[in-house]
Nanobody, 122 residues
């Protein structure tokens, strides 16, 4: 059974950093995406990474600030978030799909974690 668990969320001041982790089990060779949903807004794609980590993509709103990576030996994908702003406040989800594409489209992801809350506030 495929399983994804996010961790690393919390409260951080504007300009600060957080690193989210997505630990997965029950599968290998899946592309992973990060998504977020802010209060009152639709869920949006943040970033994605291919199976071997060689291909990544980012939403324009996070380019240059967020970095996605993965350690397949640990079955974990990371999202390093720097220069955080209040607009980054959201529940962050990771999700998995079999075939990588550069499009961070939640409709193409089959398996989802429960999410971790990120709050950016002074």
């Amino acid at each position: 059974q495929l399983h994804l668990v996010e961790s690393g969320g919390g409260l951080v001041q504007p300009g600060g950093s957080l690193r989210l982790s997505c630990a997965y089990s029950g599968f290998t060779n899946y592309a992973i995406g990060w998504f977020r949903q802010a209060p009152g807004k639709e869920r949006e794609g943040v970033s994605c990474i291919s199976v071997n980590g060689g291909r990544t993509n980012y939403a324009d709103s996070v380019k240059g600030r967020f970095t996605i990576s993965r350690d397949n030996d640990k079955n974990t994908v990371y999202l390093q978030m720097n220069s955080l702003t209040p607009e980054d406040t959201a529940v962050y989800y990771c999700a998995a799909k079999l075939v990588y594409s550069d499009t961070i489209d939640q409709r193409r992801y089959n398996y989802w974690g429960q999410g971790t809350q990120v709050t950016v506030s002074s």
